[in-house]
Nanobody, 127 residues
Framework: VQLQASGGGLVQAGGSLRLSCVAS????????MGWFRQAPEKEREFVAA????????YYADSVKGRFTISRDNTNNIVYLQMNSLLPEETAVYYC?????????????????????WGQGTQVTVSS
């Protein structure tokens, strides 16, 4: 599976960006995709995830109400709409994907649940 993320850039605090991630290659049953981010000198952290089967979404508390994850099933694209961005959200944003035979027991918040990762896209929020 190849993941190609795009849409990063420089934005002022309070601004918006929309990230995209295209998945190609192997198809999965019970696909789920997520976004993570890693700021300089910090560990990578969960941002949002979505399940393909029913559009269930999961968000980090810090982004709830400001970020929206969505998908284009036809083209295997996942989006992350980011509004009201904060300078501390400057980071490299990574998309990730995986699939399981069953959805039970998956911790969508954990990066260990995702075997496939994109290259990352830089988001810089200026104050």
């Amino acid at each position: 599976v190849q993941l190609q993320a795009s849409g990063g850039g420089l934005v002022q605090a309070g601004g918006s960006l929309r990230l995209s991630c295209v998945a190609s290659g192997r198809t999965f049953n019970n696909l789920y995709m997520g976004w993570f981010r890693q700021a300089p000198e910090k560990e990578r952290e969960f941002v949002a995830a979505i399940r393909w089967v029913d559009d269930s979404t999961y968000y980090a508390d810090s982004v709830k109400g400001r970020f929206t994850i969505s998908r284009d099933n036809t083209n295997n694209i996942v989006y992350l709409q980011m509004n009201s961005l904060l300078p501390e959200e400057t980071a490299v944003y990574y998309c990730a994907a995986d699939g399981r035979r069953f959805y039970t027991g998956i911790n969508y918040y954990s990066q260990t649940e995702y075997r496939y990762w994109g290259q990352g896209t830089q988001v810089t929020v200026s104050s």
